[in-house]
C-alpha cells in the first residue's frame, strides 16, 4: 500500500491519461456535490421549522375561545364564551394524570412607566408553569411563584427589551414601575427564543390582574403542557377529548368552530414528522439515483481503462509481475480518484449551501446544511464502488496470459 515505486506509477498513468482521470473525477464529485446540495436543502427547511416553534414547547396545548356561530339548547348564535377560573380548576383536576405544566393567560395591553421613560407594553398575567410552556429564559432574578399568586403580589417581569426602554443600561431588578397607574416590583428580567416582539412582554401573578383590572375571576386563555411521555397520536386523542368536554361544559355546539378550538402542538407536529419522512424518501431516492449514475460511470471508465491498458498489463507480467500486483495497481489508482473526487464534490456543495444560505430564508430554508456522516457515507460507497468497479475488470485482465495480452488492441 505504502510501495512509493507503485505511488509513482499510479501517478504516471493518471498524468498521462488526463481525460480519463478527469472523467471518472467528475462523475465521483458530480454525485457527491448533488447528494450535498440535495440534504442541505431538506436540513434547511427542518431548520425553519424548529426555528418557528423556537419560542413555544413542543408539548404544548392552547385552548382558546370567541364568539359562538351556531345556536344551541336554546342560546344564540353570536353568544360570547367566556372562560372562567373554574374552568382552569376543571382541566387541572380531570386531566391531571395527562399534564405537565398548566396556566392560564390574561391579556392587557399597558402603560409602563420609570421615571421620565415609559412605553406601551403587552402584559401577560400567568401561572409559574407559564415560563417552560413560553421556554422563557429567565437572565436576571426569578419568574412568577405559588407565593406570589397566594398574595395576589404586586410584582413584574419584564423582558430584556422592555428593561433596555426604561432603564438602559442601569439595573432594574427590585426597582418599582408604574404599570396604569399602580406600583409593581420588578422581581425578574427574561429573554426569549422567539425574537423581539416577545422579548418586549410582562408578565405577573393571574391573580393580581384578576384583582385589580376587573376584580372577576375570568381568564382569556388555558394553555397546557401534555405529558412528554404520551406519543404523538395518544397526545393527539388526549387534545380532541380535551376539546369535546370543554365544548360539553360551555355548551357549545360541536362543530362550532368559532366558538372554542384547541391547537396541539402534536398534530402540528405529526405533520411536520410525516413531510419531513416523505420529503426525506424523495431525497433519499433521487441522491441513491445520483449515487447508482456515479457507480455505472465509474464502472463503464474502469472497463474501459482496464482495456486500454490490456497490453500494458501483458509488459508487466511478461516481466515478472505478478496478478496480485497489478490489482493492486489499478484498485489504488481507482480509490485515489475516487476519494480526491468525493472530497471535492463535498467541499464544493459545502461551499454552496454557505454561500447561498442566508438568501434561500425568504423561500423557508434557514441555515442549510448537511451531516458529514452522511455525505462521507455517500463517498464511502463510491469508493467501494470504485473499489470493485477497478477490481473485476483488473482481476479478469491480469489472469490473461501475456502472449494474448500483447496481440491486443
Known sequence: MFDIDRWREIFQSISKNKLRSALSGFTVAFAILLFTL???????????????????????MFVRVWKTSKPYKGLQTG????????????????????????TA??????????????????????????QFLEKTIIDEGRYI???????????????????????GE?????????????????????????????????????????????NNDYINQINIGYDPK?????????????????????????????????????EANKGINQFMFALYFIVIFVGSGTLIAGIIGISNIMIFVIK????EFGIRKALGAKPSSIIGMVIQESILITTIAGYLGLSLGTY??????????????????????????ATIILILSGLIAGYLPAKKAAQIKPIVALRAD
Open 38 to 60: 440535495l440534504f442541505g436543502i431538506v436540513s434547511g427547511l427542518q431548520n425553519q421549522f424548529k426555528t418557528a416553534f423556537a419560542d413555544d414547547a413542543t408539548n404544548a
Open 79 to 102: 353568544r360570547r364564551i367566556q372562560l372562567k377560573n373554574k374552568d382552569f380548576d376543571y382541566v387541572k383536576e380531570e386531566y391531571e394524570d395527562k399534564i405537565q405544566h398548566l
Open 105 to 130: 393567560r390574561i391579556f392587557k395591553s399597558v402603560n409602563i412607566t420609570y421615571k421620565n421613560n415609559q412605553n406601551n407594553y403587552q402584559l401577560r398575567a400567568v401561572h409559574p408553569d407559564h
Open 145 to 167: 411563584n405559588e407565593l406570589d399568586l397566594k398574595n395576589n403580589a404586586k410584582v413584574i417581569v419584564i423582558g430584556r427589551l422592555v428593561k433596555q426602554d426604561l432603564f
Open 170 to 214: 442601569k439595573p432594574a431588578l427590585g426597582k418599582r414601575v408604574n404599570v396604569d397607574g399602580i406600583s409593581y416590583k420588578v422581581i425578574g428580567i427574561f429573554s426569549d427564543e422567539g425574537g423581539d416582539n416577545e422579548e418586549r412582554l410582562t408578565y405577573m401573578p393571574v391573580t393580581t390582574a384578576q384583582k385589580l383590572y376587573g
Open 230 to 266: 404520551l406519543n404523538l397520536d395518544q397526545a393527539i386523542t388526549f387534545g380532541n377529548r380535551l376539546e369535546r368536554d370543554l365544548r360539553k361544559k360551555l355548551d357549545i355546539h360541536p362543530d362550532d368552530q368559532s366558538a372554542l378550538s384547541v391547537r396541539n402542538m402534536a
Open 308 to 311: 486500454e491498458r490490456t497490453k
Open 352 to 377: 454552496i449551501l454557505r454561500a447561498i444560505g442566508d438568501s434561500l430564508e425568504k423561500y423557508f430554508i434557514k441555515d442549510p446544511s448537511v451531516s458529514p456522516g452522511i455525505v462521507i457515507g
